[in-house]
């Protein structure tokens, strides 16, 4: 059973940077593994999602800023955040797609603000 442990999170004034690791612990086997966030009143929205073969997707509102790695090494996955804005505040979230299903991490706060 695998289990995905989110940190990194905290509050970072506009334009700062920040990094997200999500641990990974239990029988791995991935077809991808991402973030996504999920902003107050909001749906949980795809931020970077990188597949076993290694193709990585971002969302558009956050191309060229967010870089999503792993090391494999550490079973670890990280989501550098720069240039950071008010509107990328949400609960980030670690996801990992298997052909069992999705398994969740348990979220980590992001806040934006001056």
């Known amino acids: 059973q695998v289990q995905l442990v989110e940190s990194g999170g905290g509050l970072v004034q506009p334009g700062g940077s920040l990094t997200l690791s999500c641990a990974a612990s239990g029988t791995i086997f991935p077809l991808s593994m991402g973030w996504y966030r999920q902003a107050p009143g909001k749906q949980r929205e795809l931020v970077a999602v990188?597949?076993?073969?290694?193709?990585?997707n971002y969302a558009d509102s956050v191309k060229g800023r967010f870089t999503i790695s792993s090391d494999y090494a550490k079973r670890t996955v990280y989501l550098h955040m720069t240039t950071l804005k008010p509107e990328d505040t949400a609960v980030y979230y670690c996801?990992?797609?298997?052909?069992?299903?999705?398994?969740w991490g348990q979220g980590t706060q992001v806040t934006v603000s001056s």
């Open positions: 996801n990992q797609h298997s052909i069992t299903g999705d398994t």
């Open positions: 990188r597949a076993s073969g290694g193709r990585i």
